[in-house]
């Protein structure tokens, strides 16, 4: 079992940065790959990042390449997301997601272990 922890959302104005932390705990304290969804208000749950337990792979959703940047500590059995010039198209429920088995993710279906969320709002 793994518990995955968020904390770091909050209320930002388009073109600020918010870092989200994501903690893991439990039997698999480090999981094979840790990494980000979110859902925003009326939409899916879609892939944001990824990456791997050694960083070799990293995976981002289009939308925000460049300005997201995925880093863990495994030491700390924590995933980071930073995220710069924000816009308000990133207003969502960002979950932080974990897998035990070697892969990384960029659907759900390659989900073993979910957060409970942390909310991102971006201001206009």
């Known amino acids: 079992q793994v518990q995955l922890v968020e904390s770091g959302g909050g209320l930002v104005q388009a073109g600020e940065s918010l870092r989200l932390s994501c903690a893991a705990s439990?039997?698999?304290?480090?999981?094979?790959?840790m990494g980000w969804f979110r859902q925003a208000p009326g939409k899916e749950r879609e892939f944001v990042a990824a990456i791997t337990l050694r960083a070799i792979n990293l995976r981002y959703a289009d939308s925000v390449k460049g300005r997201f940047t995925i880093s863990r500590e495994n030491a700390k059995s924590t995933v980071y997301l930073q995220m710069n010039s924000l816009k308000p198209e990133d207003t969502a429920v960002y979950y932080c997601?974990?897998?035990?088995?070697?892969?990384?993710?960029?659907?759900?279906?390659?989900?073993?272990?979910w957060g409970k969320g942390t909310l991102v709002t971006v201001s206009s």
């Open positions: 997601a974990a897998n035990i088995a070697v892969g990384v993710f960029t659907e759900e279906s390659g989900v073993d272990y």
């Open positions: 439990g039997r698999t304290f480090n999981p094979y790959s």
